[in-house]
C-alpha cells in the first residue's frame, strides 16, 4: 500500500489543460529539440501531440512552444522562456504536492521509511576538475540526481566536499553536510549520521545524470515489499550503484575499511542482495571524463 499523488490544472471552466502527460511532452521537447520526435518516444501521434500543447497554450494564454528553422528533418521546436518557466514551476509544484502527501501518508498510516544519502565527495580527477557542476544539457550535472530523488525520501541530504555543489543544492532546498574528510567510508557515515532515524537508507552516486525517477521510486517500493534485502540496481543482472540498505546494515556502513563503500557489504552478504533492473545500460553510467559527459548527454 502506497500513497499516489496525481495533479492535474484545469482552467476556468474546470477543464484539465496540464498535467503529467503533458509535462512529460514538453521535458521531451527541451531534450530532442522537435516536438514530433518528443510525441514518438511517447508513442502519440503528432496531431494529438500538438493539439495538447494548443490547448494548454490557450488556457495559459502565452506560447509554451516555438518552431525553429534547421535541425534534422528541416526544422523542429523548442520551449519559450515562458514555456520552460512554466515547466520549472510544474516540476516544482509537483514534487512539492508528492512530498507533502508522503509525509502525511506516513503520519497517518505509519510504515517503512527510507532516507536517501546522494554521495557528491569525488574530486573529479579523470574529469580535470568538478564534474558535478559541470554543464549537462544547459544545468549543473547533479540537477539530474536532485530531480531523480525528489519527494520520494522522508530525509534526503548531499555529502559534498565542494562549496560549488554545496551552494547549488542549498538553492534547491536540500540539506548539505559539507566536510573535509579524504574517503568513501567518510561520506557514507556522515551521510548515514545526517538522515536520522530510518528504516532504509539509499546511497545514490550524484554522477549518474540519466538515472530515472522511476527507477529509484522502483528501487523503493521494492525494499518496502521486501525490506530486510540489500537492494542494488541492475542493467542485465550486471549489479550497479545506487543501492538501498536496510537498517540492520547501518551498524557496519558506519564502521566500513577506509576508501571502502556500500559495495564492500553487499559483496560481504551476497545471499542478501536483491536486484532491482533497469531499462538501459546509460541510466547507471558514471560520469568520469568530459568524454563520457558528452556522450550522455547526446542520449
Known amino acids: 500500500m502506497k500513497p499516489v499523488t496525481k495533479i492535474q490544472i484545469v482552467d476556468d471552466n474546470g477543464e484539465k489543460f496540464f498535467g503529467e502527460g503533458p509535462c512529460r511532452l514538453l521535458r521531451l521537447v527541451e531534450e530532442t529539440g522537435s516536438l514530433r520526435c518528443a510525441a514518438a518516444s511517447m508513442e ?12 494548454a497554450e490557450r488556457a495559459l494564454g502565452f506560447p509554451l512552444t516555438q518552431r525553429t528553422a534547421g535541425g534534422k528533418d528541416g ?25 507533502a502527501n508522503r509525509a502525511l501518508y506516513a503520519r497517518y498510516f505509519p510504515g517503512k521509511t527510507a532516507g536517501c544519502v546522494i554521495m557528491a565527495s569525488g574530486m573529479g580527477k579523470r574529469f580535470g576538475g568538478n564534474k558535478l557542476v559541470a554543464s549537462f544539457r544547459g544545468q549543473p550535472m547533479i540537477a539530474g540526481i536532485l530531480a531523480a530523488t525528489e519527494g520520494l525520501f522522508s530525509h534526503r541530504v548531499v555529502v559534498t566536499r565542494h562549496t560549488d555543489v554545496a551552494a547549488f543544492c542549498r538553492e534547491q532546498g536540500v540539506e548539505v553536510v559539507l566536510h573535509d574528510l579524504p574517503n568513501r567510508n567518510d561520506t557514507v557515515r556522515l551521510g548515514l549520521e545526517a538522515v536520522g532515524d530510518v528504516d532504509g537508507c539509499l546511497f545514490c552516486p550524484a554522477d549518474q545524470p540519466l538515472l530515472r525517477r522511476e527507477t529509484v521510486e522502483a528501487l523503493v517500493n521494492a525494499w518496502q515489499r521486501e525490506p530486510n534485502f540489500i537492494w542494488r540496481t541492475a542493467f542485465e543482472n550486471q549489479p550497479g550503484a545506487p543501492m538501498l540498505f536496510p537498517q540492520w546494515a547501518f551498524d557496519e556502513l558506519r564502521t566500513l575499511p577506509e576508501g571502502k563503500g556500500g559495495v ?35 542520449r
Open 75 to 99: 526544422g523542429g521546436s523548442t520551449l519559450t522562456p515562458e514555456g520552460r518557466a512554466f515547466l520549472r514551476k510544474y516540476e516544482a509544484y509537483r514534487d512539492a504536492c508528492v512530498q
Open 44 to 55: 502519440m501521434a503528432y496531431s494529438k501531440a500538438l493539439k495538447l500543447i494548443k490547448q
Open 264 to 298: 564492500f557489504l553487499a559483496k560481504k552478504y551476497p545471499e542478501r542482495v536483491r536486484l532491482q533492473p533497469v531499462r538501459d545500460k546509460w541510466e547507471l553510467m558514471d560520469v568520469d571524463t568530459r568524454e563520457t559527459l558528452k556522450e550522455l548527454a547526446e
